[in-house]
């Protein structure tokens, strides 16, 4: 990412900044939310609306909080409460920007896991685009 640590992990853990590159392509204008209690333990909810009116919503708990650095987080649809996986994202520093790893694991099954590359792979190009 050609932004400093501070800068991404912002991204990440403000809701009102998350709301400008969070959701797919097609998401409709305005309607991301973020609620996040930033803190181990503490809970975050994401909200959006699809271009088509199809509504979503992400939430879990997060596991560990290390500011500028890592952050860790359960992670499961509204829709599939029951499929809980863990996202973990580490940042290091890189000349002027930030070396971002996002490790998704613990998936349902395959699909999930193939569905779920696609999106973070859209998901950090708009993150890319909105620090740029």
């Known amino acids: ?11 990440w853990t403000d809701p009102e900044k998350i709301a400008c590159w969070f959701g797919p392509a097609q998401v409709k204008a305005g309607s991301v939310r973020a609620d996040i209690d930033l803190r ?3 809970r975050y909810r994401i909200s959006f609306e699809a271009g088509d009116g199809e ?4 939430d879990g ?12 987080f359960s992670w499961a ?17 890189d000349g002027g920007g930030t070396l971002l790893t996002l490790h998704h694991e613990q998936f349902f099954d395959e699909a999930a896991r193939d569905g ?3 999106g973070w792979s859209a998901l950090l190009d708009k993150l890319e685009k909105y620090l740029a």
């Open 1 to 11: 990412m050609d932004a400093l640590p501070e800068k991404v992990y912002a991204a």
């Open 40 to 42: 181990v333990g503490g």
């Open 55 to 58: 509504y979503f919503q992400v």
């Open 61 to 72: 708990v997060y596991l560990e909080v290390t500011p500028n650095a890592r952050i860790a």
């Open 116 to 118: 779920h590359a696609r």
């Open 77 to 93: 649809w509204h829709s599939t409460p029951e499929r809980q996986s863990q996202v973990t994202v580490s940042l290091q520093p």
